[in-house]
């Protein structure tokens, strides 16, 4: 059985920093894009990074410069190093598989809360 787990998520003050873990198990995603989406109350989920095989990398503008994804092919593992938070970042984060550059697959993580706040 093919799983993406997420971890790292929580509450953390404007300005701060946090980093998502997502872990695969069931399958290698060794020459799989990964990604990272996210989905605020009342909103579409959208994408917020994503990383190929090469380590080609895609981030939507609004978090350019303040996250970092990164990959582990052999702990089968993606991260996503969030800086300067803001609270405009609280979201479910959502770990992705199989998808590209700009399009997300076909396997998902179950999220992990994030809440920017004072």
């Known amino acids: 059985q093919v799983q993406l787990v997420e971890s790292g998520g929580g509450l953390v003050q404007p300005g701060g920093s946090l980093r998502l873990s997502c872990a695969a198990s069931g399958s290698s995603f060794s020459r799989s894009t990964r990604g990272w989406y996210r989905q605020a109350p009342g909103k579409q989920r959208e994408l917020v990074a994503a990383i190929t095989t090469g380590g080609d990398t895609n981030y939507a503008d609004s978090v350019k410069g303040r996250f970092t994804i990164s990959r582990d092919n052999a702990k089968n593992t993606v991260y996503l190093q969030m800086n300067s938070l803001k609270p405009e970042d609280t979201a479910v984060y959502y770990c992705?598989?199989?998808?590209?550059?700009?399009?997300?697959?076909?396997?998902w993580g179950q999220g992990t809360q994030v809440t920017v706040s004072s």
């Open positions: 992705n598989a199989g998808g590209r550059l700009t399009s997300s697959g076909p396997f």
